[in-house]
């Protein structure tokens, strides 16, 4: 549904994206992470046809952002930064006005307009002028905005930016909802957390170039190697000699718990609680300890210049 290919923007002497080559299937989320002025909004801009690239090629749902800019334009949804609202317009006048831009007829963007304000829960607020509106309302409106032609594409810059808690768990359930087998869905964000919870892939891009792409898991395990359990007993360790299988280990341990990394935990976490158990050592509990993105992109951002792309499954 997206695809570039060493997708490039030159701004005089100054390289914004460097050869760029991204997919991202109908069904997917993908979740564009990068600090400030990597090149995330650039790239987004040739996506959606606004900026044209220096060199390079883009697809958005079939179509070539340089030879077919209207039919691209048309099959994206787009929130960026910037939201661009009409503040002296009514959200349910500003929606309608959007959606005859799209080629909708009365009757039809006038029902689309009604579900999508309940939706946002913006029905409440239909006579108050969009200048009057909150940051969280204003960004509510943006993303109805983005979605009112029920797009196959989707691109959102910083979906849940100024929003209340609240308020950004029903936009990220409601970008859940608009995966489908036939949209694909690129986030722009700064919080790792919704990423995480987002995205079936993770691109991470540095002064342009995407240093690490792959999903969340893969992205952990390469990072950041085998996951790490914790195994906690019923009593001290002291006076017991463990026996504990070979391919495990250890990396810290308390008077009565130890933590522990391992290759192939469904084959062997089994093996270590029968052990255990022989030796009449009670367990009281086993689990994983969680690892989270922002460890790998810590560890991404902080890679040296012009190594290697890291590309995980």
């Not at 694909?184 to 690490?212: F, V, Y």
């Amino acid at each position: 549904m997206i695809r570039t290919e060493n997708l490039t923007k030159k701004f005089k002497d100054f390289v914004a994206v460097d050869q760029v080559n991204l997919r991202v299937a109908a069904g997917e989320v993908l979740a564009l992470l990068g600090p400030n002025g990597a090149g995330k909004t650039t790239t987004v801009r040739m996506l959606t046809s606004v900026l044209h690239p220096t060199s390079g090629r883009a697809y958005v749902a079939g179509f070539d952002v340089l030879e077919h800019p209207e039919k691209v334009r048309a099959s994206v949804g787009v929130l960026t930064e910037q939201h661009g609202l009409y503040n002296r317009m009514r959200a349910r006048e500003y929606l309608e006005f959007f959606a005859s831009l799209y080629g909708m007829d009365q009757e039809n963007r006038r029902q689309k307009v009604t579900d999508i304000l309940e939706k946002f829960g913006l029905n409440k607020v239909t006579q108050k002028r969009i200048g009057e509106y909150s940051k969280g309302m204003r960004q509510k409106l943006a993303l109805a905005r983005a979605l009112i032609h029920d797009p196959p594409v989707l691109l959102l810059d910083e979906p849940t930016s100024a929003m209340d808690p609240e308020s950004a768990r029903l936009v990220r359930d409601s970008i859940k909802d608009l995966r489908s087998a036939d949209r694909a869905i690129i986030i722009c964000t700064h919080n790792l957390a919704e990423a995480e919870e987002l995205a079936d892939k993770i691109a991470i891009i540095r002064n342009g170039n995407i240093i690490a792409h792959g999903s969340p898991k893969s992205l952990k395990r390469l990072f950041l190697g085998p996951p790490i359990y914790e195994l906690r007993l019923a009593k001290d360790l002291n006076g017991y000699k463990l026996k504990l299988p070979k391919e495990i280990h250890i990396t810290e341990r308390g008077l009565n718990w130890f933590r522990y990394r391992v290759h192939d935990p469904k084959k062997i976490n089994p093996q270590i609680l029968k052990s255990l158990l022989l030796q009449n050592i009670p367990v009281l509990s086993l689990q994983e300890i969680p690892q989270n993105l922002e460890q790998v992109y810590m560890q991404a951002i902080m890679k040296p210049k012009n190594t290697e792309v890291f590309n995980a499954p």
